[in-house]
């Protein structure tokens, strides 16, 4: 069985920026599995752009040489803000070919605690051994169906993530349950495929981005109440920046600006996209049924609606148990609140050894971890954290 000092399990932002710190590091023996930055090439929708700015876009090298910007000038084709989708793929696929170039992307298919290490198996069945683990596999196993919706069948009823290409809803009927930037955004994009859309919102309102010209054209203002990466209201968002502050808050206060800087909101460049699409606030749905081959929804006011497909923007809802590659044993002696695994300093988990980055990781550090701005901090911590520990080669 072949042995490894670090397996990083995922390639998307988090995993490849911890990958290009750790083999920095003279000595380590670094794996990196997974499809680089599969989430976003087949769980986003064709023609997605990032709400995220281009400063809170960057992966992370330890040099701060595989930048965007260096991206941008190695093709010779300048960024534009927002940023489309296929330019950040492409720029995760060049990150990756310079910093993580022997990736393997297959699949880690368990992972149990074995002595002090871990023992892995991949996808083809071959074992290998660790004696760190770093989980950075994303949010795809948190996709949230709410209760109402469980008991359609798939094809009436998908989460967002399920598609790439909503073209295939053209000329159909389809209900958007969301208020995020997510259910705006897929509800202007089936709006230009040609699909009827409506935009069902539990809230009383749909909050938009707003970029106040003064604020954010006059830098001096702007820096003084947005940090670059621009996750949360101006002054807490720099707070959310300094996730060793951030988590040093107490609790209820974490808890409470955590909500305030992920509440959902469509980005400002959006709202004209979104004109022609009927977005009807205050309309929960209590209930939904197949109608033949479409679906009734029931709403709290009493009217109903029948359309050909319910488009589920609910978001994503944090619990590790859903990695199913974590034994259920692994599992059980991490300590958890809900659904979140308690990290202490470098990411690491009650369980020496095995770190989790990237959402998993926000209940710990704040919600900086739930976005791309967040990898730069991540991997700085962990490379910090595992220098110290990580035994020499040779030692057992
Ligand atoms: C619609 C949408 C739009 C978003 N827009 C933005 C935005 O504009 N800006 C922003 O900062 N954030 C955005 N986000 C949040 C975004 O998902 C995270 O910022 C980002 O993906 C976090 O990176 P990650 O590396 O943690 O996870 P991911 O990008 O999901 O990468 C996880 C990787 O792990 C791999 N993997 C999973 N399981 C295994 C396994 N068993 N073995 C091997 N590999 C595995 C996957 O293949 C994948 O490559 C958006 C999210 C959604 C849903």
Redesign the pocket.
Known sequence: MSACDVAI???????LSAAAHLKAADGLDVRV????????ER??PKG?L???PLE??HLSDPAGALSLQAYAAAKGNPLTAPLPLPRFTDYGHWFQNQAVPDLDS????GVEKNGSGFHLTLENGEHLKARRVIV?????PFAWRPQEFRSLPYSLASH??AHSDLSRFSGKQVAVIGGG??ALESAALLHEVGAEVEVLVRTPIVRWLWRRPWVHTCRPIARMLYAPPDVGQAGISHLVARPNLFRRLPRLMQNRLAVRAIRPAGAAWLKPRCQHVPISTGRAVISAATFGDRVILKLADGSERRVDHVLLATG?RVDISR???LAARLLSSIRQIGGYPQLEVGFESSVPGLHF???PAAWSFGPLL????G?EFAARELTSKILRKVPNHGDS
């Open positions: 399990i995922g390639a998307g932002p988090y995993g599995f997974g499809e680089p930055m599969s989430f976003w769980h986003m997605m990032l709400r995220s809170g876009s297959r699949k880690v298919e950075a596999a994303g949010i795809m967002a993530s930037q997510s994503y990695y199913p590659f980055l990237g959402a739930r976005f791309v701005a990898a």
